[in-house]
C-alpha cells in the first residue's frame, strides 16, 4: 500500500489530501465523490518537462481522454502543456477553457465531418489523420474553407506493448492508423503529399496504454525513425515532426512498478539519437502523449459503506455506493486497486474483504479480495489511482448520476464537476403527448 501525491494520515488517524482531510470531503460534498491532487497533477507535468522539454526540446501533449473539463484544462494550459482532443465534445470544452488552438492535437479514427470542420474553424495546432477515408474527406473540407491543414499520420508501427489487450494498439491487427510493415504507410505519405489542402508535418504512433517495459517505446521510437529515413529516401523529404503517444504506466496496486519519467525520456531520446547518428537524419521534433501519467495518482474516489454481506467461508462483500458507473475500468479490463477506510487509516488490516458496488451486475466488482481494518456500515472507503480512465469513462447505468469532482490544493477544496441530480437524468428525457398523464405527482427529491 503505497499513499500519492499529498496524501498523508492526520491526527485523527484519517486520510487526507491537499491538506483537506477527507472524512471532511465526504461530509461536506457527498459520496462517491472524485477528488483530484492539483498539486500532485502539476508536480508531474512539471517532471515531464524537465524531462522531455528542458533537456530534449520536445513538447509534451497531455491526452485529454484520461480526465477532461474546463478546470483540468486550464491547469495544462498553465503548465505550458498541449493538449489532445479525440472528438468534437473535447475540442468544444477545450475552447470553452480557452486552450489556444494552436496547442491542441485532433486524433480519432473516425473523426466526423462536422468534428474535423470545427478543428478547421478554430484552427487547431495538428490534425492526426489516422486512415485514407479520412485524408479525402479533410482534404476536401479544407478546400472547400480555403484553408490548409497541418496534419500527422497515424501510423501503427507493428509493435506489440506488453499490457492489457484492449489497450493495445501498436500491433498490426489494430483499427488505428496506417501499417507500417506491410507498406500502407509509405503510400500514405505519398499520398499526402499530393493533396493541396493538407500539409504534411510528421508522423505519430502510439502503442498502447499502461506500459512498464521502457524497451517497447525505444523500440517504437526506433521504428518511426526507420520510416522517416525511408521517406527520406523515396519521397525526397525530411519530416519535420515525430509525435511518439503515451502510453506511461503508473503504480496501481503492489508489485507495480514504473520506470521513472527519466527513465522514459532516456528509452525515447535516445532511440532517436542513436537513429539519427546512424543514418545521418535531421533531429525531428519530437512529442509525447501522457494522460493516464499525468492525472492516474492523483485521483482517489471516496465512497460510503452500506450493507455489508458476509458468507461464512467464503468471502465477506462490503457495497459501497458507487461502482462501475463511476469506474468501469475492474469490469472492463480487470483493472485492480488499492483502498484504505479513510476514517482510522492508521489502523491495521485485519480481515480480507471485497468492495462491491451498487449496480445490478454481479461483474460490478471494485476491488476482489483487499485486507482491511474491520470494515463498517457508515466508513468511508478511499480508492487509489482513479485520477485517469474514471470520471472520463463514467455512465448513468441503473441512472445513478454522476458523482462530483473536488479539485484540492493547501487545504482547499473546489467543486470542478457537479454531482448529477435527478434532474439532469432527466435533461434529455421527453414525453410524447399520447403518453402524458393529467395530474401533477408530488416529486421527493
Ligand atoms: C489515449 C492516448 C494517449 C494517452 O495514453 P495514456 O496511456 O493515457 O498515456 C496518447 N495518445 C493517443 C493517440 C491516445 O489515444
Known amino acids: 500500500m503505497k499513499l500519492h501525491g499529498t496524501m498523508r494520515i492526520n491526527e485523527l488517524g484519517h486520510l487526507e489530501i491537499g491538506g483537506y482531510d477527507t472524512v471532511e470531503l465526504a461530509r461536506n460534498f457527498g459520496t462517491p465523490l472524485y477528488v483530484m491532487d492539483e498539486a500532485e497533477i502539476r508536480r508531474v507535468c512539471r517532471e515531464y518537462r524537465a524531462a522531455f522539454t528542458d533537456g530534449f526540446g520536445a513538447e509534451v501533449i497531455y491526452a485529454s481522454k484520461a480526465f477532461m473539463n474546463l478546470a483540468m484544462c486550464r491547469v495544462i494550459e498553465e503548465e505550458g502543456l498541449s493538449l489532445d482532443v479525440v472528438s468534437g465534445g473535447e475540442l468544444y470544452t477545450a475552447i470553452k477553457a480557452r486552450f489556444p488552438a494552436s496547442r491542441i492535437y485532433f486524433h480519432g479514427n473516425n473523426k466526423q465531418p462536422q468534428e474535423l470542420r470545427m478543428a478547421l474553424e478554430y484552427r487547431v495546432g495538428r490534425i492526426v489523420v489516422d486512415n485514407f477515408h479520412e485524408m479525402t474527406l479533410l482534404n476536401d ?11 500527422l499520420l497515424r501510423l501503427t508501427p507493428g509493435v506489440e506493448a506488453h499490457t492489457h489487450e484492449y489497450i493495445r494498439t501498436g500491433q498490426i491487427d489494430s483499427k488505428f492508423g496506417f501499417t507500417v510493415p506491410n507498406g500502407q504507410a509509405m503510400e500514405a505519405v505519398k499520398s499526402c503529399l499530393t493533396l493541396p489542402h493538407l500539409e504534411f508535418k510528421g508522423i505519430h504512433c502510439h502503442i498502447g496504454s499502461q506500459v512498464f517495459d521502457m524497451s517497447s517505446f525505444n523500440h517504437a521510437a526506433k521504428v518511426m525513425m526507420e520510416v522517416i529515413k525511408d521517406i527520406r ?13 503515451g502510453g506511461f504506466g503508473i503504480y496501481y496496486v503492489e508489485g507495480d512498478q514504473p ?67 463511476d469506474n468501469p475500468r475492474p469490469a472492463l479490463y480487470q483493472a485492480r486497486y488499492e483502498a484504505v477506510v479513510a476514517n482510522r487509516a492508521a489502523e491495521p488490516a485485519v480481515e480480507t474483504v471485497s468492495i462491491t458496488g451498487k449496480c445490478c451486475e454481479s461483474g460490478d466488482m471494485l476491488i476482489w479480495d483487499i485486507n482491511l481494518p474491520q470494515v463498517k456500515s457508515g466508513d468511508i472507503i478511499a480508492v487509489f489511482c482513479t485520477g485517469a480512465y474514471n470520471y472520463t469513462m463514467s455512465m448513468n447505468y441503473n441512472r445513478l448520476g454522476r458523482p462530483a469532482v473536488v479539485l484540492v490544493n493547501d487545504g482547499r477544496a473546489d467543486v470542478i464537476v457537479e454531482r448529477e441530480s435527478y434532474e439532469d437524468l432527466l435533461r434529455n428525457d421527453r414525453l410524447p403527448e399520447r403518453l402524458r398523464v393529467g395530474q401533477k405527482i408530488k416529486l421527493v427529491q
Open 141 to 151: 473540407l479544407a478546400g472547400q474553407m480555403g484553408v490548409r491543414a497541418q496534419v
Open 233 to 245: 529516401e523515396q519521397a525526397g523529404i525530411a519530416v519535420e515532426e515525430l509525435n511518439l503517444g
Open 259 to 325: 520506470a521513472t519519467i527519466a527513465e522514459y525520456a532516456q528509452a525515447v531520446t535516445s532511440a532517436v539519437k542513436e537513429m539519427v547518428a546512424k543514418h545521418q537524419l535531421n533531429i525531428p521534433k519530437i512529442m509525447i502523449e501522457p494522460g493516464r501519467s499525468i492525472v492516474g495518482e492523483a485521483g482517489t474516489t471516496l465512497y460510503t459503506v452500506g450493507s455489508i454481506k458476509e458468507i461464512p467461508g467464503i468471502r465477506k462483500y462490503v457495497a459501497v455506493d458507487g461502482g462501475m458507473a
